[in-house]
């Protein structure tokens, strides 16, 4: 089997929760994971925006193939900037 069905074969069930959780539930938790990323100083912020950081790879990684190349230059750059940022915590 493939890494590209293994990974959708492993995410068919997280993606069928998320489908039956309310539609304003994920982007809230990811929402207040990036805001306590921003304002928690310290390793605490960095693992808030880690945690954000590998959600946007995540669903990144499942829609790539029906991407063009500005939509998959403009993920990795959130997802790069995530990364820095959370580094940037860290070391505060």
Same mark, same amino acid.
């Given at each position: 089997?493939?890494?590209? $069905? /293994? #990974?959708?074969?492993? /995410?068919?069930?997280? &993606? +069928? @929760?998320?489908?039956?959780?309310?539609?304003?539930?994920? %982007?809230?938790?990811?929402?207040?994971?990036f805001v306590a990323g921003a304002f928690a100083a310290g *390793? &605490?912020?960095? =693992?808030?925006?880690?945690? =954000?950081? +590998? @959600?946007?790879? *995540?669903?990144? /990684?499942?829609?790539?193939?029906?991407?063009?190349? %500005?939509? $998959?230059? #403009? $993920?990795?750059?959130?997802? +790069?900037? #995530?990364? =820095? @940022?959370?580094?940037?915590?860290? /070391?505060r």
């Open positions: 089997m493939n890494t590209r $069905r /293994s #990974l959708e074969n492993a /995410s068919a069930k997280p &993606i +069928a @929760f998320l489908h039956h959780m309310p539609a304003w539930l994920a %982007p809230m938790v990811i929402t207040g994971l *390793w &605490i912020g960095a =693992v808030a925006l880690c945690l =954000v950081a +590998a @959600f946007i790879a *995540w669903l990144a /990684s499942l829609s790539w193939p029906a991407l063009r190349l %500005p939509g $998959r230059l #403009l $993920r990795m750059a959130i997802i +790069a900037l #995530l990364l =820095v @940022f959370a580094l940037w915590q860290a /070391s």
